[in-house]
């Protein structure tokens, strides 16, 4: 057995002795506690900042490639191992029961930038709710193979083993920082903000940033 | 044909069709009738005697190769077989080397000029090519030419001291060849200067591009696209894009979308292709514009996106994609450094373009261990249906083939390489490879083929460590086939129909897949620490045996339609140790044999494969992937000379072949080995 798949069945077995027979369903997860969090390979939520794009943009992340006109640029605290860039599979990172493009690998700043994708509300703005929102990784694998399907199985295994939500306070405070909501033309207009969040957060991926702020 | 007709190269032949005398005639030619000039055309200089003069030194018989190219600030040498030419025994005449002409251009200008600034005299005497060897030059001219590889130069042996090239001289080149090639260190950077620019046309369309500074001047360049992998970044390839703009193309890095996945990287060599194409008149200020030749592109990739581009292409291949900038025939080339295969040969498939591949034997990421389908790189090579190479190179880890230090070397094992190391490897490598592929420069061939003990350019890093292995396969018309195993399973029938006889031992044939997840020895596993094809659709199939202290032998009888090799240059094999086996693991070196060729009118004439640099390469003796120390089986190309069996056995015919012997044992090499056999064959080089 591969160590991550080891460090997964162990995260899965201290989750349910800790809570014990507590009633959980996916679509109702309860916040993160602190002691869940230290043992989370998703760890906090930095910072998240809204946007909407005036024209979509399609996730590749998912077999499916759905396009997408709203969303939040997140940056997460992640456990690095989980990270760590190979050619094989990887952990797919999700946000609910979508997968999160992974701007930067992070594996020695522990630190994501992620855009997480998702439908308008009623008011135009980002649909999802950050507060019922769990972030977490998946099985191994390959994203652009991931399906809708799968991605809720995951989510559903992911509850199970304890993934939850993040506080409200830690939301709020991850909104205050990423700043107001982002009325872009188009996805390639995220690329240098997110540029900006990678040389701030992973400052290792210099060249990955600086790339993604390479003038137009 | 009669049996006194012998081989001429396909250089002397290609002269003949110019109109100068070839080998089989020579003795004639000296006093030839001008009625030959005359059917020949007036331009050409009658009477010309053309012979391979150029080459090196070999330890033991056949004593000298004759070969195409050298590196430059190394030693160039000739021979004259006095055997085969016994009129020049106890002549002495002036050897010129000199500029390059086609045989319209000596007959314009056939006055001589030597490139070292005077000619050497040679006193020829009896003794065949081991008394007649001199040193043309000792290092002491350069190879560099304005753009590209190659400084080509012709060798006379002026007959009649006339300073003149003139009937009876002898001339290797002159021709559509050269006599020689000189090649600059394909390690050193190039003559050109070279603008770099960062820019970004969006979202995954960010890309960095190298050009020479002068592009203005040098008309339409080839475009060599790189895809990079996983975890890297499309700005760790400067040891590439400098090196190569520096010898006249056009280089391109990409950001590469592939943390999603091996897809999302092929789309991402598309769009990125597209987009430069489209925007030419923009990018770098417009300098590129009209100075691309879209019709030849090559797409390197890394990792993922080295499986990325060969799914990009399989993607125009089956109409999935239809290029709106290019089309599926200006993809002249792809190569693949380290490639994952998650998808499988329908989808990650260069079908017929030429194809290279890169292996680092220490790379720990594509690892190529046998429980690991996905991490075995020569998948794809295997699935290459064109021509195609593959350089190993023993202690590079996977993130030494970019230039990044901020990123690791994903490498385990022993004696790993510097990124350093590997990086002048890379650019020692893709060089000649570009030339070649994408030019069709014949002074780059060579490099892809011959022996890396015995052939390197100066530069090049010089460590024990440094081990290097080559496959190299010409496309199918160069190639006369006499057993690739992937017919006739049959062990006494090879794939040409001929008889096969043998008396090694614990011989078996089939898919070269290693049958479980380990590369632990196994006395009941045949194809162990094979890695050629996955286990459910790739079929690349070899032969396996061994041999332990006794001579022993496997002959393969040519049918009739293989019988006259006069057309080809080499014949040529392609040959692994088993790893971990106990007798692999007994010898713990290069494995010899040797190669017998017979004809129909008994001669015979054999020739140890270490001759031309060592043998077939121990395998890197990492340990993992079960227990033992030995990694995956290491194949390499192995070719010996046509020419060279003649001038051992001058009465060996080689218009009527019947059988090519592969000889075993304490007589002819190696006391003791298992090897892995595939594509027996003699080939045009």
């Known amino acids: 057995m591969k160590p991550i798949s080891i460090l997964v069945s162990l995260l899965a077995l201290v989750a349910a002795l800790t809570m014990g027979s507590m009633a959980l369903t996916a679509s109702e997860p309860r916040p993160i506690s602190e002691a869940e969090r230290a043992l989370s390979p998703v760890r906090a939520l930095v910072l998240a900042r809204p946007f909407t794009l005036e024209r979509p943009a399609q996730h590749v992340w998912r077999a499916e490639a759905p396009t997408y006109d709203a969303g939040f640029l997140v940056v997460l605290e992640v456990d690095p191992s989980f990270v760590e860039p190979r050619q094989t599979e990887e952990p797919v990172l999700q946000a609910g029961a979508e997968t999160v493009e992974r701007v930067n690998h992070g594996e020695r700043s522990g630190r994501v930038v992620g855009i997480v994708p998702c439908a308008r509300d009623a008011a135009g703005r980002p649909g999802m709710n950050l507060s019922t929102t769990a972030f977490f990784f998946g099985p191994e694998g390959l994203p652009e193979r991931v399906t809708m399907e799968d991605a809720r199985r995951a989510l559903q295994r992911a509850v199970l083993s304890g993934a939850r939500p993040f506080s409200g306070d830690e939301i709020a405070r991850a909104l205050e920082r990423g700043g107001a909501l982002m009325a872009l033309r188009s996805r390639d207009e995220l690329d240098p903000v997110a540029g900006v969040l990678v040389l701030e957060h992973s400052p290792e991926e210099r060249d990955l940033g600086t790339g993604l702020m390479a003038p137009r | ?685």
Not at chain 2, 198 to 209: A, H, K, M, N, R
Not at chain 2, 431 to 441: A, H, R
Not at chain 2, 444 to 463: D, H, M, Q
Request: hydrophobic fraction near 40%.
């Open chain 2, 1 to 685: 044909m009669h049996r006194a007709s012998r081989i001429v190269s396909s250089a002397v032949l290609g002269l003949a069709l110019l109109g100068l005398s070839t080998v089989a005639s020579a003795q004639t030619v000296v006093n030839a009738t001008p009625a030959s000039a005359v059917l020949r055309g007036p331009r050409l200089i009658a009477g010309l005697v053309a012979l391979e003069l150029a080459g090196r030194d070999l330890p033991t018989t056949p004593d000298f190769e004759f070969v195409q190219s050298f590196f430059a600030y190394l030693p160039v040498q000739a021979a004259l077989d006095t055997d085969a030419h016994p009129r020049w025994i106890g002549a002495t005449a002036n050897v010129w080397l000199c500029e390059h002409k086609d045989a319209a251009g000596w007959s314009a200008s056939p006055t001589l000029v030597d490139v070292r600034g005077a000619p050497q005299g040679i006193a020829f005497v009896a003794g065949g090519v081991a008394a007649n060897r001199f040193v043309l030059d000792d290092g002491l001219l350069s190879g560099q030419v304005p753009l590209g590889l190659g400084l080509p130069l012709d060798v006379v042996i002026d007959a009649d001291g006339s300073g003149s090239l003139s009937t009876g001289d002898i001339i290797d080149g002159g021709g559509a060849k050269p006599g020689l090639w000189l090649l600059y260190p394909t390690v050193l950077q190039g003559p050109l200067a070279v603008t770099e620019v960062l820019y970004s046309g969006g979202s995954f369309l960010g890309q960095d591009l190298y050009y020479p500074t002068d592009i203005a001047n040098l008309g339409e360049l080839p475009l060599v696209v790189i895809s990079h992998g996983n975890g890297h970044n499309y700005q760790w390839y400067d040891h590439i894009g400098l090196h190569l703009a520096s010898y006249g193309y056009v280089v391109m890095s990409h950001q590469n979308n592939t943390i999603p996945g091996v897809i999302s990287a092929a789309t991402t060599t598309l769009t990125n292709t597209e987009y430069l194409l489209a925007n030419l008149a923009t990018i770098a200020g417009g300098a590129l514009a009209g100075h691309v030749d879209r019709q030849r592109i090559a797409w390197f990739g890394h990792s993922r996106g080295g499986e990325g581009v060969t799914i990009a292409y399989d993607r125009i291949v089956d109409g999935a994609y239809t290029p709106v900038n290019f089309a599926l025939a200006d993809i002249v080339f792809i190569s693949s450094i380290a490639p994952t295969d998650f998808q499988g040969s329908a989808s990650a498939n260069p079908h017929g373009v030429p194809y290279h591949l890169w292996t680092g034997g220490a790379d720990s990421d594509v690892n190529g261990c046998a429980d690991c389908s996905i991490c075995q790189t020569f998948h794809l090579h295997e699935r290459a249906t064109g021509p195609r190479s593959s350089i190993s190179v023993h202690g590079a880890g996977h993130g030494a083939f970019h230039n990044s230090n901020s990123s690791g070397l994903f490498a385990a094992g022993p004696c790993l390489l510097s990124r350093t190391e590997v990086n002048f490897l890379v650019k020692a490598h893709v060089l000649p490879l570009v030339e070649w592929y994408v030019k069709g420069n014949p002074a780059a061939v060579e490099c892809l083929w011959r022996p890396w003990e015995s052939f390197k350019s100066p530069g090049a890093p010089t460590s024990s460590c440094v081990v290097v292995d080559y496959m190299h396969r010409e496309r199918a018309s160069d190639r006369l086939v006499v057993d690739d195993f992937q017919t006739n399973f049959d062990l006494a029938l090879s794939s040409s129909g001929g008889a096969v006889s043998f008396d090694v031992t614990n011989v078996a044939s089939g898919i070269l897949d290693d049958a479980n997840t380990t590369f632990t020895a196994s006395g009941g596993e045949a194809m162990n620490g094979m890695t050629f094809s996955n286990s459910t659709s790739d079929d690349t199939r070899g032969l396996v045996f061994d041999w332990s202290a006794a001579d022993r032998s496997i002959s393969f009888d040519l049918v009739p339609a293989l019988s006259d090799v006069r057309p080809y240059t080499h014949v040529s094999l392609r040959a692994c140790q088993a790893t971990r086996h106990p007798l692999t693991v007994a010898e713990l070196g290069d494995v010899v044999f040797t190669i017998r060729l017979r004809d129909a009118f008994g001669a015979a004439a054999l020739i140890p494969i270490s001759v031309y640099g060592g043998g077939v390469e121990e395998p890197y003796q990492r340990t993992g992937c079960g227990n033992g120390a030995g990694w995956a089986n290491e194949w390499e190309t192995v070719r010996v000379p046509l020419g060279d069996f003649a001038r051992v056995a001058p009465s060996l015919d080689l218009s009527s072949l019947v059988a090519v012997d592969l000889l075993f044992g304490p007589s002819s090499g190696s006391a003791q080995g298992r090897l892995g056999l595939d594509d027996l064959e003699f080939v045009r080089n």
